[in-house]
């Protein structure tokens, strides 16, 4: 079982920037493919970033040249740096970590309004 826990959410004004911060329990984190889903209400989760064992990574178009995600194996913790944000990027934001299973944190709220 791994244990994710994030932090950094909270309300900021629309073309702000917000960072949201993961850490996790497993010693075997790098192995790990470790990413970024949100749920806005009424919508479904979906993919934001993910960044597997060899560093390379992927974004949502929405989100492409704005967000960046990067990840620290000896720390053990995955953050999510967001820029220009929008209203519609307004959503419960939730890290995961994957490997043969995957786990999920509770969550943190993101919200982008004036």
């Known amino acids: 079982q791994v244990q994710l826990v994030e932090s950094g959410g909270g309300l900021v004004q629309p073309g702000g920037s917000l960072r949201v911060s993961c850490a996790a329990s497993t010693s075997f984190f790098r192995f790990y493919t470790m990413a970024w889903y949100r749920q806005a209400p009424g919508k479904q989760r979906e993919l934001v970033a993910e960044?597997?064992?060899?560093?390379?990574?992927n974004y949502a178009d929405s989100v492409k040249g704005r967000f960046t995600i990067s990840r620290d194996n000896g720390k053990k913790t995955v953050a999510l740096q967001m820029n220009s944000l929008k209203p519609e990027d307004t959503a419960v934001y939730y890290c995961s970590a994957r490997w043969n299973n995957q786990y999920w944190g509770q969550g943190t709220q993101v919200t982008v309004s004036s």
């Open positions: 960044i597997p064992r060899d560093n390379t990574t």
